[in-house]
Nanobody, 124 residues
Framework: QVQLVESGGGLVQAGGSLRLSCAVS????????MSWFRQAPGKEREFVAH????????YYADSVKGRFAISRDSAKNTVYLQMNDLKPEDTAVYYC?????????????????WGQGTQVTVSS
């Protein structure tokens, strides 16, 4: 059974940084394309960042481009989201997600596995 477990969330002041981690177990980490999504109260889940299996090219939502960085470590079966210059509008529950097949990565549909989420709160 594949499990994704996020960690690293918390409360931070605007302009601060956090690094989220997502540990993958029970499957072949290198078989998955990985993404981060987030969901704020009363809003739909939205795409944040994506890193495909080879891990060479990365993709970001316009709202986080230049501030966030996604990476993956095959030795640790873990994907990371480094978040810098955080803003109050980044406040949300952050989820990691894994999918076998390539294609449209910015929609929650088509992902095979999801983590339970980790709360990020940015105070002004």
């Amino acid at each position: 059974q594949v499990q994704l477990v996020e960690s690293g969330g918390g409360l931070v002041q605007a302009g601060g940084s956090l690094r989220l981690s997502c540990a993958v177990s029970g499957g072949s980490f290198d078989s998955y394309h990985m993404s981060w999504f987030r969901q704020a109260p009363g809003k739909e889940r939205e795409f944040v960042a994506h890193i495909p299996k080879p891990g060479v090219t990365t993709y970001y939502a316009d709202s986080v481009k230049g501030r966030f960085a996604i990476s993956r470590d095959s030795a640790k079966n873990t994907v990371y989201l480094q978040m810098n210059d955080l803003k109050p509008e980044d406040t949300a529950v952050y989820y990691c997600a894994a999918k076998y097949y390539s294609g449209q990565y910015s929609t929650p549909l088509g992902y095979d596995y999801w983590g339970q989420g980790t709360q990020v709160t940015v105070s002004s």
